[in-house]
Protein backbone atom coordinates (compact mmCIF):
# COMPACT_ATOMS: atom_id res chain seq x y z
CA UNK A 1 0.00 0.00 0.00
CA UNK A 2 2.92 2.12 0.22
CA UNK A 3 3.36 2.36 -3.44
CA UNK A 4 -0.06 3.80 -4.01
CA UNK A 5 0.26 7.67 -5.38
CA UNK A 6 -2.83 9.79 -4.29
CA UNK A 7 -4.55 10.67 -6.87
CA UNK A 8 -5.29 14.00 -5.74
CA UNK A 9 -1.76 14.13 -5.08
CA UNK A 10 -0.87 13.24 -8.86
CA UNK A 11 -3.80 15.75 -10.21
CA UNK A 12 -2.36 18.83 -7.99
CA UNK A 13 1.24 18.25 -9.60
CA UNK A 14 0.04 18.19 -13.22
CA UNK A 15 -2.12 21.18 -12.49
CA UNK A 16 1.06 22.72 -11.28
CA UNK A 17 3.15 21.85 -13.99
CA UNK A 18 0.76 22.72 -16.37
CA UNK A 19 0.17 26.23 -14.67
CA UNK A 20 4.14 26.49 -15.34
CA UNK A 21 4.05 25.69 -18.38
CA UNK A 22 1.16 28.79 -18.92
CA UNK A 23 3.28 31.26 -17.51
CA UNK A 24 6.53 30.38 -19.24
CA UNK A 25 4.86 30.95 -22.15
CA UNK A 26 3.34 33.81 -21.74
CA UNK A 27 6.69 35.22 -19.92
CA UNK A 28 7.92 34.68 -23.27
CA UNK A 29 5.50 36.31 -25.17
CA UNK A 30 6.09 39.72 -23.47
CA UNK A 31 9.48 39.37 -23.72
CA UNK A 32 8.94 38.90 -27.20
CA UNK A 33 6.47 41.78 -27.97
CA UNK A 34 8.93 43.97 -25.77
CA UNK A 35 12.17 42.81 -27.75
CA UNK A 36 10.66 43.45 -31.19
CA UNK A 37 8.57 46.81 -29.90
CA UNK A 38 11.83 48.49 -29.12
CA UNK A 39 14.34 47.20 -32.08
CA UNK A 40 17.01 49.90 -32.63
CA UNK A 41 17.16 49.55 -36.33
CA UNK A 42 13.18 49.72 -37.18
CA UNK A 43 10.98 52.83 -37.03
CA UNK A 44 8.78 52.97 -34.02
CA UNK A 45 5.40 54.30 -36.15
CA UNK A 46 5.59 52.11 -39.18
CA UNK A 47 8.36 49.58 -38.72
CA UNK A 48 10.58 49.82 -41.45
CA UNK A 49 13.92 49.35 -41.53
CA UNK A 50 15.96 52.48 -40.79
CA UNK A 51 19.46 52.32 -43.10
CA UNK A 52 22.71 52.18 -41.71
CA UNK A 53 23.07 55.50 -43.41
CA UNK A 54 20.33 57.01 -40.93
CA UNK A 55 22.36 55.64 -37.78
CA UNK A 56 24.47 57.39 -36.03
CA UNK A 57 28.05 55.67 -35.01
CA UNK A 58 26.32 54.43 -31.89
CA UNK A 59 23.58 52.22 -33.60
CA UNK A 60 21.14 55.27 -32.69
CA UNK A 61 19.19 57.37 -35.18
CA UNK A 62 20.15 60.85 -34.77
CA UNK A 63 17.94 62.68 -32.61
CA UNK A 64 16.13 65.67 -34.62
CA UNK A 65 14.57 66.50 -31.53
CA UNK A 66 11.99 63.55 -31.05
CA UNK A 67 12.04 61.11 -28.30
CA UNK A 68 11.33 58.34 -30.84
CA UNK A 69 13.01 56.62 -33.94
CA UNK A 70 11.24 57.43 -37.81
CA UNK A 71 12.73 56.52 -40.20
CA UNK A 72 12.28 60.11 -42.50
CA UNK A 73 9.09 59.87 -43.62
CA UNK A 74 7.37 59.41 -40.09
CA UNK A 75 10.34 61.77 -38.79
CA UNK A 76 8.33 64.75 -41.27
CA UNK A 77 5.08 63.50 -40.45
CA UNK A 78 5.92 63.88 -36.89
CA UNK A 79 7.37 67.46 -37.33
CA UNK A 80 4.04 67.94 -38.77
CA UNK A 81 1.64 66.77 -36.28
CA UNK A 82 3.94 69.19 -33.44
CA UNK A 83 3.59 71.82 -35.46
CA UNK A 84 0.12 71.58 -35.92
CA UNK A 85 -0.62 70.89 -31.93
CA UNK A 86 1.17 73.58 -31.14
CA UNK A 87 0.05 76.35 -33.26
CA UNK A 88 -3.14 74.82 -34.06
CA UNK A 89 -3.28 75.75 -37.30
CA UNK A 90 -4.34 73.78 -40.74
CA UNK A 91 -1.62 72.06 -42.56
CA UNK A 92 -0.76 72.39 -46.26
CA UNK A 93 -1.42 68.70 -46.96
CA UNK A 94 -5.24 67.61 -47.52
CA UNK A 95 -4.63 64.56 -45.68
CA UNK A 96 -3.62 66.09 -42.35
CA UNK A 97 -7.12 66.28 -41.06
CA UNK A 98 -8.33 65.94 -37.68
CA UNK A 99 -8.27 61.88 -37.92
CA UNK A 100 -4.79 62.39 -38.75
CA UNK A 101 -3.87 64.20 -35.76
CA UNK A 102 -6.36 61.91 -33.43
CA UNK A 103 -3.93 59.16 -34.44
CA UNK A 104 -0.56 60.61 -33.96
CA UNK A 105 -2.05 61.66 -30.37
CA UNK A 106 -3.19 57.89 -29.50
CA UNK A 107 -0.41 56.79 -31.25
CA UNK A 108 2.36 59.33 -28.90
CA UNK A 109 -0.35 58.05 -25.61
CA UNK A 110 0.50 54.42 -26.66
CA UNK A 111 3.88 54.80 -26.41
CA UNK A 112 3.92 56.64 -23.04
CA UNK A 113 2.25 53.99 -21.45
CA UNK A 114 4.74 51.40 -22.89
CA UNK A 115 7.58 53.26 -21.51
CA UNK A 116 5.56 53.43 -18.17
CA UNK A 117 4.67 49.69 -18.01
CA UNK A 118 8.29 48.93 -18.89
CA UNK A 119 9.31 50.93 -15.90
CA UNK A 120 7.35 49.36 -13.97
CA UNK A 121 8.61 47.44 -10.71
CA UNK A 122 6.46 44.71 -12.13
CA UNK A 123 7.80 44.24 -15.63
CA UNK A 124 11.75 45.00 -14.09
CA UNK A 125 10.78 41.80 -11.83
CA UNK A 126 9.70 39.80 -14.61
CA UNK A 127 12.89 41.16 -16.55
CA UNK A 128 14.68 39.42 -13.68
CA UNK A 129 12.70 36.16 -14.03
CA UNK A 130 13.77 35.57 -17.36
CA UNK A 131 17.08 36.62 -17.23
CA UNK A 132 17.44 34.16 -14.39
CA UNK A 133 16.07 31.43 -16.49
CA UNK A 134 17.47 32.64 -19.57
CA UNK A 135 20.89 34.16 -18.65
CA UNK A 136 21.72 34.65 -22.48
CA UNK A 137 18.74 36.94 -23.16
Known amino acids: MADVISIDKRRQLSER ?3 EIIRKRKVLAVRKIFQCARCTFKC ?3 GTQISNAQLQK ?3 PPKPGSPYRFCESCMDEYRDY ?4 KDGGD ?3 YWHNDAWAAEWRLWIDHQKAVDRYLKSREFKRLLNEIRQTHPDA
Request: aromatic letters at 6%; proline letters at 0%; a neutral charge.
Open 17 to 19: EKK
Open 44 to 46: DKC
Open 58 to 60: DGQ
Open 82 to 85: IARA
Open 91 to 93: SDY
